[in-house]
């Protein structure tokens, strides 16, 4: 049945529209946007009073599928992604074994079609095993329906296998995504190394383990002329210089987390892993950065990087605690209070954050509401108020430091190939 999405305020960036309108979808693609339209025989959603936008499209995510289903599998990571608003994800080839082959990318590929209710797109390891060395099957796996490379988690530390990777990912028009931390700088690091590391007696992780590692790979970005993408960036020295390789017209892009965005290393409760992630929460001038930089246009997406570890490892002591938090059902309501309210964006700038923004990297094909795209949309509300509670979550896992946080605005309803897969 065709679905007609009524009377929203209708926000596609890719399509300069913002306007008042309607969106009829049919056979799982965009049909018509415009006033009045009343087709015979439609399901009616009424958004009035809400947005409706291209679907949101998260390019950094943990599935932990095959390997750690005990924290989150293809199926229970999409539907949290759906309750954020989220109707396409990337994911980390982080699993067990790891995203570095065919074999891999086809399973997940698989089961995502079997399981999944929205969109999920692997992303390959760069290297076998995620070991820094040797090269992986990224040819292989691009056929397979690899969108991108990266080792997340881990850096790759070898400067002349990051070379190499680049000019494959050239070759195959892919970007290459990385994890910067120069591990010889964080290693034994719990937390932001600062006033506060010093004072709770963990060993600190410093903002310089991310800027030599950006600076290092922006001058290899410059070398080989690949497309080159930093996961979570977190300092303001970091910002500075993706916004300088871009000056120079650098294919250079970088994501944003709604944690790193909305969270400095004084928000954190003394010893709670829900607060313990890489790159960790920094000090309120990296945050600023961060938050400058997502208005000014140098961070091109907001993506969650959100990583569930299971109850019984993240109940550990602080030291001994896998880094990582889940992020899929509050993005946006951390969005829209820390960049829509305060005036630091725009709602149409919003929506690019989560749409073109992280299209524009990907390339999934998807990213807006112009007749014969795929029906994928996100409904959200400025003004609903909700409570987050981590006890409802449809991810497997529990850790968040946002739990019974209030919200001002998130999303209503998501929308996949024409069919409503969650709403409020
Ligand atoms: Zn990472």
Same mark, same amino acid.
């Given at each position: 049945m065709p679905l007609l999405i009524q009377n929203g305020r209708v926000i596609d960036p890719a399509s300069n529209t913002d306007a008042v309108a309607d969106v009829l979808i049919a056979d799982g693609r965009i049909a018509t946007v415009g006033p009045g339209l009343s087709p015979a025989g439609a399901e009616v959603f009424d958004a009035g009073g809400m947005i409706v936008a291209p679907g949101f499209i998260d390019m950094h995510v943990h599935l932990r599928e095959p390997g750690f289903e005990h924290a989150e599998t293809i199926e229970s990571g999409s539907r949290a992604a759906a309750a954020g608003g989220f109707t396409s994800i990337c994911c980390m080839p982080n699993t067990k074994p790891v995203n570095d082959s065919v074999t891999v990318t086809s399973y997940i590929v698989d089961r995502a079609r079997s399981k999944a209710v929205v969109n999920v797109f692997p992303i390959g390891a760069i290297t076998k095993g995620s070991a820094g060395e040797e090269i992986a099957a990224i040819g292989g796996m691009k056929a397979a329906g690899a969108v991108a490379i990266s080792d997340d988690g881990q850096p790759v530390m070898n400067a002349r296998v990051m070379r190499r990777a680049m000019e494959f990912a050239r070759s195959y028009d892919l970007p290459v995504i990385q994890h910067c931390e120069d591990l010889t700088l964080s290693?034994?690091?719990? #937390?932001? *190394?600062?006033a506060q590391s010093v004072r709770w007696g963990l060993r600190g992780i410093p903002a310089a383990s991310e800027d030599v590692m950006v600076a290092r790979d922006l001058v290899l970005a410059h070398l080989t002329g690949a497309r080159y993408h930093v996961a979570h960036i977190s300092t303001a020295n970091s910002v500075a210089m993706v916004a300088y390789a871009r000056r120079q017209g650098l294919p250079v892009t970088c994501e944003a987390t709604p944690h790193h965005f909305s969270l400095?290393? *004084?928000? #954190?409760?003394?010893?709670?892993?829900?607060? =313990? #992630? =890489?790159p960790p929460l920094r000090s309120s001038p990296h945050r600023e950065a961060v938050l400058y930089a997502l208005a000014r246009g140098t961070v091109t997406a907001i993506a969650t990087d959100h990583a569930p570890h299971a109850g019984s490892d993240k109940m550990q002591e602080f030291e001994r605690c896998p880094f990582g938090v889940i992020g899929l059902e509050t993005a946006l309501g951390l969005a829209l209070e820390h960049l829509y309210a305060p005036g630091l964006v725009t709602l149409p700038r919003l929506v690019e954050l989560f749409t073109t923004g992280p299209e524009s990297v990907m390339r999934l094909g998807r990213g807006t509401l112009a007749p014969g795209a795929p029906g994928d949309v996100t409904i959200f509300s400025t003004d609903v108020d909700w409570t987050y509670d981590?006890?409802?979550?449809?991810?497997?896992?529990?850790?968040?430091?946002?739990?019974?946080r209030s919200f001002r605005g998130g999303p209503m309803a998501t929308v996949v190939a024409g069919e409503i897969c969650w709403k409020r």
């Open positions: 290693a034994g690091g719990d #937390m932001h *190394e600062g400095t290393d *004084e928000d #954190m409760r003394a010893y709670d892993s829900n607060y =313990k #992630m =890489k981590v006890n409802n979550s449809p991810s497997r896992s529990r850790n968040s430091p946002f739990h019974n």
